[in-house]
């Protein structure tokens, strides 16, 4: 009998009121990425705001997600007024990732950022969103059609060129990709020690790197989750995800069986 042990990546979960009851929540496509595409196990990790748990949660973790989703991250988290009333919000969750975003980049942990998590990785570094791309900035066509059957949603969108020698040319071995696009937002000011490691053709920040931590972190626009069987670049960055998780599992078992020798 194999005696692996199954790296835990934690999901962050969004926080919904369904008439009035408050539910924390994940949609599917992300917990099939991690446990299909990652040789990881997905354990969701509700919204809360206790640094204490937070952080024991953190320390039994070898991986973190930080998914996509339908909300945005308030605009007082970068100083802007919010300008749409209408704007999807969810202060749970900005309070919490907000909060743990340090946290989990100072004990290494792997972290893989998606769509929204990739707008917060841009705002919890001093960063700035436009609030919708197409009333705001010259970065037209990045939203999709609500009303669009979900294969038109999430097909191909436009291209994307990864950075020479940045974290995606490294994983992918091409110098650009054809990707979706599902977000009316997207990055005004990119944050302090932060590496652009994608753009689009017309010169949006699509991807990007934290300067100074050690350990694997990579945040992106688009949902490379979205049919990751169908998509050979999206599995590569899963696999690149997985294996930095499986090493951390590997590098923490190997010290706990060294303080049992000494």
């Known amino acids: 009998m194999s005696s692996k042990i199954t790296p835990l990546v934690g999901i962050v979960s969004c926080r919904r009121d369904q008439d009035g009851h408050y539910f924390h929540m994940v949609g599917e496509k992300y917990i099939k990425a991690i446990n299909d595409y990652t040789d990881c196990a997905g354990i969701l990790i509700p919204a809360i705001n206790d640094e204490l748990l937070n952080e024991s949660i953190l320390d039994k973790l070898d991986g973190f997600l930080l998914t996509g989703s339908l909300s945005n991250v ?83 969108s436009h291209k994307v060129s990864f950075i020479n020698n940045g974290l995606l040319h490294q994983i992918t071995g091409v110098e650009s990709a054809e990707v979706n696009s599902l977000h009316a937002q997207g990055v005004q000011e990119l944050g302090n020690g932060l590496t652009i490691d994608a753009v689009s053709d017309d010169g949006l920040v699509e991807a990007f790197t934290v300067d100074q931590a050690q350990g694997f972190n990579l945040s992106v626009q688009w949902h490379p989750e979205w049919r990751v069987e169908e998509n050979k670049q999206s599995i590569q960055l899963f696999h690149a995800f997985g294996q930095a998780c499986s090493a951390r599992k590997a590098a923490k078992q190997a010290t706990i069986k060294n303080e049992r020798k000494s």
């Not at 004990?107 to 893989?112: A, K």
């Not at 969103?129 to 009333?135: E, G, H, N």
């Open 74 to 156: 308030h605009p007082d988290r970068y100083n802007a007024e919010l300008i749409d009333e209408q704007l999807m919000v969810d202060e749970s969750r900005d309070r919490f990732v907000f909060s743990m975003i340090d946290a989990i980049l100072e004990r290494e942990i792997p972290l893989f950022a998606i769509c929204r998590g990739f707008q917060e990785m841009n705002v919890a570094f001093g960063g700035t969103l436009y609030q919708d791309l197409d009333r705001d900035s010259s970065y037209k066509d990045h939203d999709f059609k609500r009303d669009d059957p979900l294969e038109i949603q999430y097909g191909v």
